[in-house]
T-cell receptor, first 113, second 111 residues
């Protein structure tokens, strides 16, 4: 059973650019969630996708968007990058049940200059 | 969102037990208590969860107070690999709610 993988590992962008981060869910999972973790802070929920539909969203602007594909892989897109978007972006997959244990990938470190 | 309170940091000697406390005085009857930990340079990983009764698994034990307003994560023999930030999180089992992370407790293990 393969775990959650994310790509790329690191990424450097400049302010105003757009970025796409990718996540491959753990086998058998139908839900993917994305989190942003600033340095020294706990992860903050961005949004969740269940069966290719957005199933909940945190306090993030619309320039953060996502997709989930039929094979349950997922993308996080961020437009018009700002310096404060520099963070570790974490993807977590789960099977939506009453406990919904989430399995996290290693994250993508995004630096915006 | 129900809130939890944890100490910022704790220290333990290797091979000794560690008790990580968490207060959650506003817990509701449908909230599960979840613990995750995040090792350096990694994503968080699930440790354990419980509702009312104490729970044990291969990683840790979870002791839940009778009034459910506090809980304790117990690592029976700390190893250097257990050095991490430990997060105590409440999740309502009636809804698909996201994990709401606080700052957690940073555990240092001394050899």
């Amino acid at each position: 059973e393969t775990g959650v993988t994310q790509s790329p590992t690191h990424l450097i962008k400049t302010r105003g650019q757009q970025v796409t981060l990718r996540c491959s869910s753990q086998s058998g999972h139908n839900t993917v969630s994305w989190y942003q973790q600033a340095l020294g802070q706990g992860p903050q929920f961005i949004f969740q996708y269940y069966r290719e539909e957005e199933n909940g969203r945190g306090n993030f602007p619309p320039r953060f968007s996502g997709l989930q594909f039929p094979n349950y892989s997922s993308e996080l897109n961020v437009n018009a990058l700002e310096l404060d978007d520099s963070a570790l972006y974490l993807c977590a997959s789960s099977f939506l049940d009453r406990t919904d244990t989430q399995y996290f990938g290693p994250g993508t470190r995004l630096t915006v200059l | 969102d129900a809130k939890t309170t944890q100490p910022n940091s704790m220290e333990s000697n290797e091979e000794e037990p560690v008790h990580l406390p968490c207060n959650h005085s506003t817990i509701s009857g449908t909230d599960y208590i979840h613990w995750y930990r995040q090792l350096p340079s990694q994503g968080p990983e699930y440790v354990i969860h419980g509702l009312t009764s104490n729970v044990n698994n291969r990683m840790a034990s979870l002791a839940i107070a009778e009034d459910r307003k506090s809980s304790t994560l117990i690592l029976h023999r700390a190893t250097l690999r257990d050095a991490a930030v430990y997060y105590c999180i409440l999740r309502d089992f009636k809804a698909s709610t996201p994990l709401v992370f606080g700052k957690g407790t940073r555990l240092s293990v001394i050899a």
